[in-house]
């Protein structure tokens, strides 16, 4: 389990870089989207779209944790198999719904980097090495 959540990276360093890139470009794209749900929260959340039939409110609370707090975890590279999914479930119930053809490339896009990794530069990695001196000793 450890090594699925915190993979310890050997891919060269030209791969990391890429990825690194994509990471945080489309990351903070994102995030910037759900920054825009978070500061019209209040004029958003009686008109927002309730797919799931949970309520608009719930379902825009769920967008701007799909958008903003998980894309910047995945920017970092933190806990980045968790929070990619979210972004994934949120882009295709954009797809669906919204019928919003940017949504299907960063569901691609996302999907894409899920099964790639973070790479070599992101948190995960560097917490999946210490586990791995940590409980080799043991």
């Not at 990471?23 to 749900?37: D, E, N, P, S, T």
């Not at 990619?84 to 299907?104: G, N």
């Not at 530069?121 to 999946?128: H, N, R, T, W």
């Amino acid at each position: 389990m450890l090594k699925f959540l915190f993979p310890s990276m050997n891919d060269d360093k030209k791969l990391s870089s890429l990825l690194l890139a994509l990471r945080v470009i489309f990351g903070l794209y994102l995030a910037f989207h759900g920054w825009q749900k978070l500061v019209g929260f209040s004029t958003m959340s009686s008109a927002f779209p309730d797919p799931l039939g949970i309520g608009s409110e719930l379902s825009l609370l769920l967008a701007i944790f799909g958008e903003l707090v998980c894309s910047i975890a995945f920017v970092f590279g933190f806990l980045f198999r968790l929070s990619t999914l979210p972004m994934i479930f949120t882009m295709m119930i954009a797809y669906v719904v919204a019928k919003q053809e940017l949504a299907l490339v960063y569901l691609v896009l996302f999907a894409i980097i899920y099964i790639a990794g973070p790479g070599k530069y992101a948190f995960d990695s560097v917490i999946g090495q210490w586990a791995n001196m940590k409980f080799r000793k043991k």
